[in-house]
């Protein structure tokens, strides 16, 4: 059910309750509880790309799917009825039912483009510049509230470091975000550069057809083999249960595996470095060197855990289609890679899966009453909104558990606090610091010592900060916030109504 408002139309801006930015998961999981929570109100999506997905609309690299279980990828409303792990054309059409079964398609605008933010206290409003980059129209859109909803990756650039010598290269150079529709790696000597999810995923894709796909990494990677499917999907299935039913149950399970592992990572971290390291060397070939290969010098879950369904990866490496080189770049020539140990990797196709770069709020300019706003100046409510920002939110997801978890838990949370302030008759709330909060450190976004992924390292002196204390902390497990946030009050006193 789209709304009735005149400036539903997609060829013009207006005035909304709420204007979502970004039709990923996160976009489409917040319009679809908007349309739950205020079946009555006025709102758009806006998303730069030309279709609904986010990631899974950017990334179309050959075998392209999820490193986490779709039945807690999947949002708590919508059971997911295919194997636990999804393919990115299966997510995507995940995403396509919620929109039709929910009426969201009207609401969205693609190629919408926000270039800009700015809150008038005055107005009580906040304006978007936005530029059609179809027609190449700048459109002015209005929001009472405004939801960031963009991930926190720059979908329009992925992280390529400039070596050596790469421009004298004379094969074909990709990053996995911007893969050519027309390129065929058939018979071709691939190097994916990477080691983390998406060369595992790309790699066993490329080794059936490739001549030989080698691995170069600077350092090694954690990886798990799971199945594709869950154990008990297969008989609960026979049981012909209703899909809520066999939902909740595999979700539980996988929420009850993933929190065991990660416990062990804090409590127990060399046990699980040592399960993981049994586990992979039985998958490869005797007296292949693992502990140089496939042992990193950080902990386990200190990066991501790379999820290898049915160990496709090893099957690769043990059938002789792909290998793993440990080394360094010292430069590019017109055939291949130079390494620092003087080996040459000849190369026909070389893929640089070497990460991405974090965008925070896709990179929008943020203004308050004509004030450029400094997020790294700012810190986080709760990881939902940021301080001195009136109705404004965000959702970005866990980097342990499945992003979407978050996103229910979020979606929550900030319709209460609508909902109190629409009931005591405010127009605004702002996250503000207390007279106790006087003095606080203002702490980096990530922990390293918790999570030092490189891009989250890369991108610190962008990001906004947290306090050492509550409500000023960006939450990172998924059980202690399941246990947090829904007992959060709207009155709480680090909100500020008026």
Partial sequence: ????????????????????????ISGIGAAYHLHQRFPGSRFAVLDAMDGFGGTWWTHRYPGARSDSDLYTYGYGFKPWRGRSIATADEIRAYLGEVIDENGLAPRIRYRHKVMTADWSSQEQRWT???????SGETLTFTTRFLWMCSGYYDHGQGHTPQWPGLADFEGRVVHPQHWPQDLDCAGQRVVVIGSGATAATLIPALAGSAAHVTMLQRSPTFFAAQPWAHELEAPLRALDLP????????????LARNAEVVRMSFEQPEALRAFLIHETRAQLPEGFDVDRHFNPGYRPWQQRLALVPDGDLFAAIRGGQASVVTDTIECFDA?????????HLAADVVVTATGFNLHLFGGVPFGVDGEPVDFSRRVTWRGVMIEGLPNMAYLQGYFRSSWTLRVDLVCDLVGRVVEHMRAQGHAAVVPTLRGEDAGMPRLPWIDPDNFNAGYVLRAQ??????????????????????????????????????
């Fill in 1 to 24: 059910m789209g709304t009735s408002h005149p400036s539903a139309s997609p060829s013009c801006g207006g005035h909304f309750d709420f204007l979502i930015v970004g039709a990923g």
């Fill in 128 to 134: 978007l510049e936005v530029a059609r980059t179809d």
């Fill in 243 to 254: 899909d809520e039913w066999t939902h909740e149950i595999l979700r539980r399970a996988h």
């Fill in 335 to 343: 055939t291949g890679i130079r390494l620092a140990s003087g080996q």
């Fill in 461 to 498: 002196h962008r990001m906004f900060r947290q306090g050492d204390r509550h409500p000023w902390k960006h939450g990172m497990e998924y059980p202690e916030e399941r246990a947090i946030l829904p007992g959060v009050r709207p009155d709480d006193s680090a909100l500020a109504y008026y």
